[in-house]
């Protein structure tokens, strides 16, 4: 939509002040002004816009994109991955189970009537109640002591009452004091179902801690590898739920802004998260005795997320540019909205955007292209060769081995443009599989006969431009560092 003759017009993917937002429409993506009164105003951009977008319209697509990129990172065995992927129930320490949470399930189900906040499944209504202590907070952050000084029980009571009923709460009126409301925001995760983090995610938090640097000769250290703890993280949070998502980007801003006062509150990050760890990350129902050893790696890697919580809910560049190749790199239009937009008298201005496109089925681009993908599997053999000696290495190695005159650098790759494709995508897909476990047979079939291009399926032509992109931009920045 847009409006002509000088004011404003809003690109595929934008809103307009006022207009409710969508689920998949998280923040306008980009605004083109033709006002020259109007230019020095910020410009609203999103560039997690396709990653939300896709996430929201092909779910399944999305997860096994962010699934494939996690497990290059954390070595997951089979059953901790079918757990990630929601396949199995998680098994928790002390023999933990989802089963054997049903009783706490059973008593929430009794308590949860009309505006229940405390003891129910995250909702989209609790995190509004519980985001009025989350900004309360945030104006007390100089309390000492905050959130390790408990409040008065009777005034939690009533605090906890108002906000399962919906009552209208007026926090700054000095009734309740910052520890009353602290403690009432740790009650609350405290009484989830499950903790904020989910049941199905504690394994891969576990490994996510033990990611250490390498010595010169390949040998572990004992020294955190922050940026990769970081990439994992960042993916793992984006196949959370998305209530579970929202309330922990709060809480970690939270933290964070309360331990950057610890010279007046006296609560470090690592304080702050031995607080909260065993509400958000310890699975429910077990005890200190039952973590054993685990209860450090949990305890340090909340204070991680804490001190690192600014950098967490952004998007890896690579899956950002998988996301946007799905989209635009397609003749297809993403939904009607985007076909609305197009076919309307004011979108002139995004003609270029049209011949864009049209110049990606060019022949010429698609043999440069096609010549990047080559360098980027070259690349990517380098990176599998620097991997530490593992299992996963073994079996990328055969594979390398099987496709040497193709893949192996050095190697001369120029072939015809069909054959060129037709391997590229092979190998991808080989990888793939091979990471996550699934059968190759259908790969055996494609050596045969060469599909045609308007026969394949567009997910996957998007899948293979993303882990080529992927590779890419691992490349670089691994060079980088």
Known sequence: MGRRGGRYEMAAGARAPGERRGGSDA?????ICNDSSLRSQPIIFNPD?????????????????????????????????????????PKLP?????????????????????????????TEEGIAQVSQLIEYLHKHLRAEGLFRVPGNSIRQQILKDALNSGTDIDLDSGEFHSNDVATLL????????EPLLTHKHFHA????????????????????????????LQLLFLILPAPN???????????????????????????????????????????????????????????FMIKHSQKLFKAPAYIRECARLHYLGSRAHASKDDLDLLTSPSSKELQP??????????????????????????????????????????KL????????TALTPGADVRTPPAQRRTRSRSFSGLIKRKVLGTPVIMERKSRDVTPEPERASKENIHLDSCRRVRARLLSKESSSL
């Open 27 to 31: 923040i306008c993506n980009f605004v």
């Open 49 to 89: 816009f396709f990653v939300e977008k896709l996430r929201h319209e092909k779910p399944e697509v999305f997860t096994e994109l962010v699934v494939s990129n996690i497990t290059r990172l954390i070595d997951l065995p089979g059953a901790e991955l079918a757990q990630l992927m929601g396949e199995e129930d």
């Open 94 to 122: 002390g023999g933990n189970s989802i089963a054997s949470g049903f009783l706490r399930s059973l008593m929430s189900l009794k308590r949860k009537e009309k505006g229940v906040v405390f003891g129910s499944p995250l």
């Open 186 to 193: 740790k009650m609350f995760l405290g009484e989830l179902p």
């Open 205 to 232: 938090h576990l490994k996510i801690a033990d990611l250490t640097l390498f010595d010169e000769k390949g040998n572990k250290t004992s020294t955190p590898d922050k940026e990769r703890q970081i990439e994992a």
């Open 245 to 303: 998502r929202s309330l922990l980007k709060l809480l970690l801003d939270l933290l964070y802004q309360t331990a950057k006062k610890q010279d007046k509150n006296k609560m470090s990050a690592h304080n702050l998260a031995l607080m909260f760890a065993p509400h958000i990350l310890w699975p429910r129902n077990v005890t200190a005795n039952d973590l054993q050893e685990n209860i450090t790696k949990l305890n340090n890697g909340v204070t």
């Open 353 to 394: 955007l049209k011949s864009q496109k049209r110049s990606r089925l060019d022949p010429c681009h698609q043999e440069e292209t096609q010549q990047r993908t080559e360098d980027a599997l070259k690349e990517l053999f380098r990176h599998v060769h620097n991997m530490p000696d593992s299992a996963k290495k073994k």
């Open 397 to 404: 190695i055969r594979q390398f081995n099987k496709h040497p």
